[in-house]
């Protein structure tokens, strides 16, 4: 586990470079803008970033989802949106991946694994964004069709062209079931982007169906399979976002040393003058190394395990420490940077409001550890 394989390092190299040379020095403008420019990201296709962990078969890299989390883990050090759309797109692709017919995979795999469309999944409603059984979005059957309304929340990726991923409530049965719908179909509208505190570059939009026409082929997995869809999105969208907020603690970390190496006091760097400087960097590198063996852990266990409840339980804890520790990381990097973390003009700030996002987003902290919980106890 301790020594990457020739292929995760050239994967790691190459998100490494691409996210110093392209996407660094362009960090502010997205950061100011909330949007990632479209010439980054076709050249995250191009550089096969959005497919790494998926079948060849589909024009995936087939390089297993610990490439996958280092290569995120690269781009988020420079900009978490960038990592945000990709996350969302594979949590698409992995669903499609594990529960979509031959004709489904054909037809959606190899667009959102070349970049030409961005995949979103919707599960979160102004009701809820934990309790599946308080859904209320419906899918009525319609002959060979369903007719799907209601209002999905704070969706990523809506505004892209591209597939996304339904739950909702089968009208019949009353049990949840996925669909996939494209984008910017008849009756798919979107709210005005939400102004976030951070996590910029990934537009966040409201969705809104109504009397949105699907074919009933268009049915991801059977009836019901909407609870298992919603799990395995949970898993390999929590690899993402270990990835995503490893990127923001590295950044944080790194930022840290190189202020307290160029501000002096009296002539001499803070980084040499001052131990609870030194301390402090000290404390940034253990939780930093925690964090990362963690969550290559988990890159390592997605490649391994085959038990959806061993996934469930180790995605669960690792995102829940990943990204409380990063919170940490950041909050002891402000403190070096002093009043200068607090400008926009220091990369720091903006890492600062993208951290304060990760317990909150897919399952907060008490809802996973609930989860996880359950599955010790159970087994
Ligand atoms: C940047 C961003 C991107 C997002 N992208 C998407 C997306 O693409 N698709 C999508 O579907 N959603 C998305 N979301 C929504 C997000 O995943 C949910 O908001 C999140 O899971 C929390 O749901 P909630 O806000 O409705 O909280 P609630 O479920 O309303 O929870 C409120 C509080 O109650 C507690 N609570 C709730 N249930 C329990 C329980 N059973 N046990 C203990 N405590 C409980 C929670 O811990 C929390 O403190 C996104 C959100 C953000 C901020």
Redesign the pocket.
């Known amino acids: 586990m301790y020594s990457f394989t020739k292929e995760q390092e050239l994967i790691q190299k190459a998100a490494r470079e691409y996210a110093d040379r392209v996407i660094e020095p362009a960090g502010a403008k997205i950061d100011q803008e909330n949007l990632i420019p479209s010439e980054i990201l076709r050249g995250l296709g191009a550089l096969g970033m959005y497919g790494i962990p998926f079948p060849e078969a589909y024009g995936g890299g087939e390089a297993g989802f610990l490439s996958y989390l280092l290569a995120v883990e690269q781009l988020c050090k420079a900009s978490l949106g960038v990592g945000?759309i990709i996350s969302?797109n594979a949590v698409g692709l992995s669903v499609v991946n594990a529960f979509g017919t031959e004709q489904q995979k054909k037809q959606y795999m190899p667009d959102g694994i070349n970049g030409k469309t961005i995949f979103?999944?919707?599960?979160?409603e102004p009701g809820?964004?934990?309790?599946p059984k308080q859904l209320s979005t419906t899918a009525a059957r319609d002959g060979d069709s369903y007719i799907l309304n209601g209002t999905?929340?704070?969706?990523?990726?809506s505004g892209y062209e591209g597939p996304i991923v339904v739950i909702c409530k089968e009208s019949e049965s009353g049990q949840a079931t996925a669909f996939i719908v494209d984008k910017f179909c008849s009756g798919y509208s979107i709210s005005e982007p939400w102004e976030?505190i951070g996590?910029h570059g990934?537009p966040?939009y409201d969705v809104y169906l109504k009397d949105v026409k699907v074919p009933a082929e268009n049915m991801l997995g059977g009836i019901g399979d909407g609870m298992w869809v919603l799990k395995v999105a949970m898993i390999y969208g929590k690899i993402g976002l270990v990835g995503l907020f490893l990127g923001s603690a590295l950044a944080a970390y790194e930022e840290a040393v190189k202020y307290a190496r160029g501000k002096t006091h009296r002539g001499t760097p803070i980084a040499d003058k001052f131990q609870h400087i030194q301390m402090s960097i000290a404390d940034m590198a253990m939780k930093y190394e925690a964090c990362k063996w963690y969550g290559y852990h988990l890159g390592y266990v997605a490649d391994t395990v085959k038990d959806q409840n061993i996934l469930i339980k180790e995605a669960a804890l690792t995102k829940i420490f990943i990204s409380e520790t990063a919170i940490d990381i950041a909050r002891i990097a402000m403190s070096i940077h002093g009043s200068y973390g607090l400008m926009k003009d220091y990369k720091i700030s903006r890492v600062w409001g993208d951290v304060i996002?990760g317990p909150?987003?897919?399952?907060?902290?008490?809802?996973l550890k609930?989860l996880a919980a359950g599955v010790i106890l159970n087994s």
Do not use: C, H, W, Y
């Open positions: 945000m969302v979103s999944f919707a599960f979160t809820t964004g934990s309790d999905k929340r704070f969706i990523s990726n976030k996590a990934g966040l996002f909150q987003v897919e399952g907060t902290a008490p809802t609930v």
